[in-house]
C-alpha cells in the first residue's frame, strides 16, 4: 500500500508518522543517543557487560559517534545460557512485566525480559510491520504463532491490536480447526512459519477448501529461514502475498525486520535495533554492500539491552532508499544461518542447496527432511522427501525413476552422493513451529 | 469399459498398508480387489472400490498420495492357459503390459484378470475382437 493509498484508512495510524521516514541525519542522531544511553545502562547494571567493557578498556563515554560501537565486545546465545535464568537483565524484577524463553531443544532455554516500555516497543514496531504489510484496522488477522513463552503468539498480537485489527488468538496447531476459522471469519490475514501456511494449502486441498476463493490476501511469515521456492509455491498456491517477517527473542522477538510491498529485503526499524556486517570468522565489521552475519544492538530496550548480539543470521546491508519511500536501512532476506551449514565427508552444504536441487525435479517440494548418520566412520547423507499428488507415477518404474532424479539433481548441486528416501505424506515433522531441515544422527 | 483404479503410495514400513485399509473401513468403502506392488523402500496399493470417488475423496482426506488410473477387467476360464489367451491378441496389437493382477471370483470356474496396458483403448479393441469378456464392473471382494 502507498503512503498516498494510506490516506483513505480510517482511524488515527499513519505510517507517515513513525520513524520509518525519518530524514536519515534525525534518525542517525536518535540513534546515537540512544545507543550511548543504551551502552551506559547496560555497563552500570549488568555484570557481564561490564566486566566485558572493562577487560577491553572501553568505557561508555567512549561512544561518541555510532561508528564507535565496534569497540564494544559480542554477545552471543551462550551468553544468555551462562547467565541463565536472569543475568542479563538491567531491570529490577518490579519493572519487569514480562518473561519469555526458547523453546530450548538442548538443554536450558534462554530467558529475556520485559518493562512496559519494552511491551509498547515491541507493539509499536509489530505495528509498523503489520502497516508495512498493508494490513489496516478493517483486517482480520489469524494469529497462528504459537501463545505462551515463544515471542511469536503475543508480540503479533499486541502488534495487530495496536493497529486496532480483529486479531484472532487461535495460536499454533489444530490445523483443521485453523482452515476452519480462516473460512468461516472471514480471515484476511495470517501469522505464521511459512512451512506452517504450505501445510495449511495443503490440508486446504484435502480438505475441499479453495484457499483462492478465500478472502485471505496477507500472509506475514518469520521464524524460521524460507527460501524463494517457498515463496513461489505460496503464490502458486494462494492468493495470498507473502511478507517475511524478522525477530529474534534475545533482540525483542517478531518486528526487528519486515518486508515492504517492494519486496526487495526487509526494513530493520532501525530507531529500536542497530544493525552491523561482520566477517563471522574474524569478527570484523564489513563495508555496506558485502555478506556476512548480522549483529544486532538493542537502542531501547530497558530490561535485557543486548549489546553487539550475534544473530548467526548470514546477510547484506543495504542503506540505498526503498521504492516504499522507508528511510530505514534493509537486509536481504535470510536464506541461510552461518549455524545450519552442516559438513559431511568435508563437504560443506546448507539445506538451501538441498530445496534448490529438488525444486530442479519437477514438484518435489515443499517437504523433505535431511538425515545424517555415520556407520563405521563414514558420514551418510539421506534426502527424505515426500510423495505428493503431483509426482506420484502409478508404477514401481516411474517411482524408481523419479528416485533416480532427485539423486541426480543433488549430486550435480552439491557434489556428493546422497541416498534419496521416498516417504508418505505428513511422514515428515511439521512445523506448528519450525521446519526441522536437518536431523543430525552423527555421533561425534 | 474401463475401471477406476486408485494407487496408493505407501512407504515400505510396519502400520502402512493397515493405515490406508483402516481409511476405507472407516467410510465404509468395499473393495472389489486389490494389489500391492513393493519395492525394498515403498510400496504402490492399488484398489478397484465399489465407490472410487469416495475412496479417493476418504484416502486423501486421510492424509495419504492417492493416483486414479484406469484399467480392464478382463474374465478368463479359471483353467491352464487362461492368462495366455488373454496376452495372445494383445500381444499381437503391439500393446505392452504395464503389471496385472488377478482375483478368483465367487462364479465357478472364471478367474478375473486386471490390467494396465500401455494403450487401454487397443487393447479394448484386440480383446473385443479375441471374444474376450471385458468386464464393465467388479463384484465386492468375498461378496
Known sequence: MTLEQWNDIPGTFHPACTPDFLPLEQLRQLQLQRLQATVRRAYANVPLYRKRMDEKKVAPEAIRRLADIDQIPFTVKADLRDTYPFGLFASPMDEIVRLHASSGTTGKPIVVAYTREDIEVWSNVMLRSFAACGLHQNDIIQNAYGYGLFTGGLGAHYGAEALGATVIPISGGNTDRQIMIMKDFGVTAICCTPSYFIHLIERSGEMGVKMKELPLRVGVFGAEPWSESMRRYIIDNSNVTPFDIYGLSEIIGPGVGIECSAHQGLHIFEDHFYPEIINPETGEVLPEGAEGELVLTTLSKKAMPMLRYRTRDITTLTREQCGCGRTICRFLRVGRRSDDMFIIRGINVFPSQVEHALLKVEGTLPHYQIVLTRDKGLDRMEVQVEVTPEIFGDTVGAMEGLQKKIAKALDETINLNVAVKLVEPHSIPRSEGKAKRVLDQRKM | ?143
Request: charged share 25%; aromatic share 6%; proline share 2%.
Open chain 2, 1 to 143: 469399459m474401463k475401471l477406476q483404479q486408485l494407487s496408493v503410495f505407501l512407504e515400505n514400513k510396519p502400520g502402512s498398508l493397515k493405515k490406508a485399509l483402516g481409511v476405507l473401513a472407516d467410510a465404509k468403502i468395499n473393495i472389489s480387489t486389490l494389489a500391492l506392488a513393493d519395492t525394498r523402500e515403498f510400496g504402490i496399493l492399488r484398489l478397484v472400490l465399489k465407490d472410487w470417488e469416495k475412496g479417493k475423496e476418504a484416502l486423501e482426506k486421510g492424509g495419504l498420495t492417492v493416483k486414479q488410473t484406469e484399467v480392464l477387467a478382463v474374465e478368463v476360464e479359471d483353467r491352464p492357459g487362461g492368462l495366455a489367451a488373454v496376452l495372445a491378441p494383445v500381444e499381437a496389437a503391439g500393446v505392452n503390459v504395464e503389471y496385472m493382477y488377478a482375483y478368483s471370483t465367487g462364479a465357478k470356474g472364471k478367474a478375473v484378470l486386471i490390467f494396465r496396458f500401455s494403450d487401454l483403448d487397443k487393447a479394448i479393441q484386440a480383446l473385443k475382437g479375441a471374444g474376450m469378456n471385458v468386464l464393465e464392473k467388479l463384484q465386492v471382494l468375498g461378496a
